[in-house]
């Protein structure tokens, strides 16, 4: 049995709207200037204190309190008014990966695990993934503890996984989880990071994506 381990933001969603829009907001709640969403797009997968302390590292710890929890009210407000979209294409491979018989699908996000939890309930994603495995319960990307917990649950051993993600966060924790990596073009760190950070692959879309996962095991498609 093989396992492919998929990150959120950026690989299956593109909720950079949401995140820059909430990010601005909790930075204004707490009196300080919006950063660029350039900026806020580069720490996309973090855990939301680390994301907040590397955007704003002169502020004092209060402050980047007040910032996370503003960010969490306003990216729940936006989520239950317009929930972020998935990419074109992510649905329907997931569905497909899911009804193999040699594979088993799972998550590792710094989203929460409520936001992750409404996000597979608003597009259908039930009984998909195996494992979910969120910032609530581990330290920040990159350290390998999600991926050592995907594995654990789903009984895979490292050497049969593989993570998948848009970030060098995902793609450094892969690595320290001693899994192969693919890097995904569309998200939101550029490529040239992804390699970088020592990418195994990396895709241009879902169906490249979806070849490479087959290759990668020489599973049949």
């Given at each position: 049995?093989?396992?492919?381990?998929?990150?959120?933001?950026?690989?299956?969603?593109?909720?950079?709207?949401?995140?820059?829009h909430a990010m601005g907001l909790g930075f204004e709640a707490a009196g300080q200037a919006a950063p660029a969403a350039s900026a806020v797009l580069q720490i996309v997968g973090l855990s939301l204190p680390v994301a907040v302390a590397r955007l704003a590292p002169d502020l004092d710890g209060d402050t980047q309190a007040r910032i996370v929890e503003g960010y969490k009210q306003s990216y729940m407000s936006a989520r239950a008014a317009d929930?972020?979209?998935?990419?074109?294409?992510?649905?329907e491979l997931l569905h497909r990966l899911a009804k193999r018989d040699d594979l088993l699908l799972?998550?590792?996000?710094?989203?929460?695990?409520?936001?992750l939890r409404a996000l597979i309930e608003h597009h259908g994603l039930e009984g998909i993934f195996v494992s979910l495995q969120t910032?609530?319960?581990?330290?920040?990307?990159?350290?390998?503890s999600m991926i050592a917990t995907a594995l654990a649950e789903s009984g895979v051993g490292?050497?049969?996984?593989?993570?998948?993600?848009?970030?060098?966060?995902d793609i450094e924790m892969g690595r320290a989880a001693g899994v192969s990596t693919i890097g995904v073009r569309w998200g939101y760190h550029p490529a040239v990071e992804l390699e970088a950070a020592g990418a195994?692959?990396?895709?241009?879309?879902?169906g490249a994506l979806e070849t490479a996962l087959f290759d990668e095991w020489g599973m049949r498609a």
């Open positions: 049995m093989k396992l492919a381990i998929f990150d959120v933001d950026g690989t299956i969603s593109d909720s950079q709207t949401h995140i820059t929930p972020a979209p998935l990419y074109p294409g992510a649905a799972a998550v590792a996000t710094g989203k929460s695990r409520r936001g910032a609530d319960d581990h330290p920040s990307k990159p350290h390998p490292a050497g049969d996984a593989v993570m998948i993600g848009d970030t060098s966060y195994h692959r990396m895709v241009d879309d879902f």
